[in-house]
């Protein structure tokens, strides 16, 4: 036997022994745990008749904590929870915010809640890396999804054709024809990219924040306030950062008109923040009234539509523009009736709590209003890189 081998085996006799330790350290460990545990046990019997009050106490807290997270009714729940009577089971009421979290891979009547918004925002994060390292397969998403329609196979371009999505179908083919212009913008300079970037953040910001806000609302009544609170700053910042592409990019030749329009907006925004910091406003029973302050700013953009339109009415983009905009439009106002209205759950109640019910629908529906709006915001960027400032208005 080498010097080196007899090391190995002494070294692994000394190991053994070592480990023969711990498990005899273990047993008796556990054993005197075992008996502290009768002990506490035998003390607790002695001293039940003295102490019968704190053993209640102590029976309801372990009743409490098996209790604790399971799902509960609409009637069972503290009174900040109780916002929509029609969502009626499978609530977390008072839960830790280690349980909340996890509980994004439990069903419960938010998950889909959660998970809407949090897909978009994931989606919000793959364009805006897209754009930045600039792979145009990605950033141009909506393009690409919109020629994958059937419709795309006709490439006969007509602006006077008044079915809009057939015009988005032909992007690529007016990207081709307007070539011409190339010679306006010669040393093709792209235009700024931030406008693009603010109304990308303030999307993932919305998104983000009104995740984490179904997420966590259940915990207690101090953060379920604040947490609403975060989501309509959140609505109303993803509101505001949607006007500054549209409005940089048309108005780009002309920039009093940014003061007017993006200074009108914020205004308007920041009035509506303040408002709904009153926790009153943040109840139920405002829910038509939070919405009417919403949808007053998104109103406030037909004002710079209408003066885009009048001046850019003989530009190829308008159609485009339009009815990415109008889609835009459509999809926000339709998820503001679900929101308001709480349809489809008033009409069967507890029959949507896990999925289906007019929040969830406002979510999917807020994303695709986003997702059209990204559509047009890129209509605008390739056609401000293009012609530059020199058909100044
Ligand atoms: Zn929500």
């Known amino acids: 036997m080498s010097f080196r081998e ?3 085996l002494i070294r692994r006799k000394e ?6 330790n711990v498990d005899e350290a273990k047993t008796t460990v556990n054993s005197s745990s075992f008996s502290d545990d009768v002990d506490h046990h035998h003390h607790r019997h002695r001293h039940q008749m003295k102490n019968s009050k704190d053993d209640d106490l102590h029976d309801e807290e372990s009743k ?3 209790k604790r997270y399971s799902l509960v009714s609409f009637w069972e729940l503290p009174e900040y929870m109780k916002d929509n009577e029609f969502v009626v089971n499978y609530y977390r009421a008072n839960w830790p915010v280690k349980e909340a979290l996890f509980s994004v891979f439990r069903w419960h009547n938010e998950t889909l809640n959660v998970w809407t918004h949090l897909i978009g925002f994931i989606l919000f994060v793959a364009l805006t890396m897209a754009n930045l390292m600039e792979i145009p397969q990605v950033a141009d998403l909506i393009s690409f999804i919109t020629r994958s329609f059937p419709i795309s196979g006709d490439t006969n371009v007509s602006h006077n054709s008044k079915d809009f999505f057939m015009e988005a179908t032909n992007l690529i083919d007016l990207k081709r024809i307007s070539s011409d212009d190339m010679d306006l913008n010669p040393g093709l300079i792209p235009v700024t990219r931030w406008p693009f970037f603010v109304f990308l953040s303030g999307s993932m910001f919305c998104l983000l924040s009104s995740s984490v806000c179904h997420l966590f609302s259940c915990h207690s009544r101090h953060l379920n306030l604040l947490l609403l609170r975060i ?8 509101i505001i950062t949607s006007f500054f592409p549209p409005i940089f990019y048309i108005f780009q030749c002309d920039p009093r008109w940014h003061f007017i329009y ?8 920041m009035f509506t923040i303040i408002t709904l910091l009153s926790p009153t406003l943040s109840t139920g029973k405002f829910r038509g009234f939070r919405a009417l302050l ?3 700013m998104g109103f406030f953009g037909f004002v710079p539509a209408v003066h885009a339109l009048v001046v850019n009415w003989n530009n190829p983009q308008r159609d485009i523009t339009l009815a990415y905009e109008a889609a835009m439009a459509v999809f926000y106002l339709t998820g503001t009736m679900f929101y308001v209205s709480r349809i489809p759950e008033r009409w069967k109640p507890g029959w949507f709590d896990l999925a289906g019910h007019s929040h969830q629908i406002f979510h999917v529906l807020v994303v695709f209003g986003a997702l059209a709006h990204y559509g047009a915001t890129l209509v605008f960027l390739e056609w401000r890189d293009r012609v530059g400032c020199l058909n100044v208005v």
């Open 6 to 8: 007899r090391v190995f």
């Open 15 to 20: 190991n053994i022994s070592k480990m023969k």
């Open 64 to 66: 409490s904590k098996s």
């Open 231 to 238: 989501d309509y700053v959140g609505i109303t910042v993803m």
């Open 262 to 269: 993006l200074g009108g907006i914020t205004a308007m925004g």
């Open 294 to 296: 919403f949808c007053s």
